[in-house]
């Protein structure tokens, strides 16, 4: 009892860290109820002991060895009534013309003792595994209110037998409510999930879809079941682990696959932190399309679990296993030659059965990217060799863009490449309009100075002709 404290410790931490918590739950209660058993069968044979064990009535209440005797075994066997010597009838007592056996029996016992003297062996038990057993049973027949116990026959017993029903009512409800949500945890999932199953059967059987479809989404749905598939990682990260334990978990899982990319290879380390954290898990059915050739390029892949078949232009497939990684160059969006070649897609890739995918958003990615500048131009210029390496681009096709002029958009700039456009079309529309009003301000000199001339060469020619 002093070390009760240690054992709520071990519970509690096994409780976290086991891989089948509702069974070691039921484990536990299961433990609860051997240890309760086990106290109340002590007090139950000391309350005996004192009222004296050695009773030979079968129905007295306290305990005694005539309620428990050692079993006696056959030695021959019955079922094919042949005895040790292979003879027939030598294992079968014969009662014919001795009337009905269930009334005529406790006339010649003694004949049937004397019959079965030499054809059984009696498995003798300790007088310790006698009084432990049928304790045992007592007790768990008495907490558990069952019944079907002698009738107590004094005041001792009495007291017992009360104390125990109350105790048995309280603690096996508990015990059985605590079992109950072991068991409805259990099947709370799974009947979820049978529920949203009979709806979509409902709806498509409703909307007349078709039978290859319905297929589909029952296959997926069987999948999801039997994999116990998670769909929202970061709704369940999110609501249990602190963020920097959550990220620590990202950084375990994914941190290893994205720097053996090429392309993040030679990154900071606080680089890939910040764009692991920023994966979320995508599932895809057989025969779904990641993308297809031409498509936007806004997503990186990291394929967890699963198989991908890559398709090229020219129709040539290959096959990516789990661990693989793809479309890591459309997620910098550099501006220029280079990103109108990244911004679409070059490969069509599908997947052939279930598979779990982790994608990097192009817009996360640039948001990270924001406070590593330097690495993304890095980036950029790694790509650019990568590219070269593979013959994928030819060198005229990348031809450095320089700063970036006003209104020089080709749709694959990030928002501080767009701010900085921004800020150079202002500071030229500014620019134009100095000009413009230097313009003005000139010509309208100019016109005043035609208009005075045109006065007085107006006004000379009124007073001419005044004074002819």
Known sequence: M????????????????TNYPNAFRILHILIVCIILFHWNAAVYFKVSFINGIFSLDFTAWEFNYVK????????????????????????????????????????????????????????????????????FYWSSLTLTTSGQQPYPTAAMHNFLEIFDTIVGVLVFSVIVGSVGNAVSTMNLARAELQQLNDGIKFYMNYRNVADAMQKRVLDCLHYIRRHAQIQ???????????????????????????????????????????????LKMHMFAPNDFLCRRGDLAREMFV???????????????????????????????????????????CHSIRSLGYSEVYLLCQEDALEV???????????ISRATQLLLERGEVANAQLVEPGPLAPLELCGTESATELLQLLGNTLKGLDAELDALYDKFTVSSSELKQQITVLEGTYQQKNLSKIRN
Not at 310 to 332: I, Q
Request: proline share 4%.
């Open 232 to 278: 929202d990682e970061r709704a369940i990260m999110g609501a249990i682990l602190p963020a920097r334990l959550r990220g620590e978990l990202a950084v375990h899982l994914h941190l290893e696959t994205i720097s053996r990319v090429d392309l993040f290879s030679e990154c900071e380390t606080s680089l890939l932190y910040e764009l692991v954290l920023r």
């Open 303 to 345: 394929l967890k679990r699963g198989v991908l078949e890559v398709a090229d232009e020219t129709g040539e497939l290959k096959r990516l296993e789990s661990g693989a990684t793809f479309g890591e160059m459309s997620v910098l969006k550099p501006v220029g030659p280079l990103g109108k070649l990244l911004a679409r897609r």
């Open 369 to 379: 990217f924001a406070d590593y500048p330097e690495q993304r131009q890095q980036l």
């Open 68 to 135: 428990n005797q050692d079993p006696i075994w056959a030695d021959c066997i019955t079922v094919l009534m042949r005895g040790a010597d292979g003879e027939e009838g030598k294992c079968i007592f014969d009662e014919t013309n001795r009337g009905d056996p269930e009334t005529e029996r406790p006339n010649y016992v003694p004949e049937l003792a004397q019959f079965w003297q030499n054809r059984s062996t009696k498995m003798v038990f300790s007088n310790f595994s006698k009084q432990y057993s049928l304790s």
């Open 2 to 17: 002093a070390k009760y404290y240690r054992a709520m410790q071990l519970v509690q931490m096994t409780d976290v860290r």
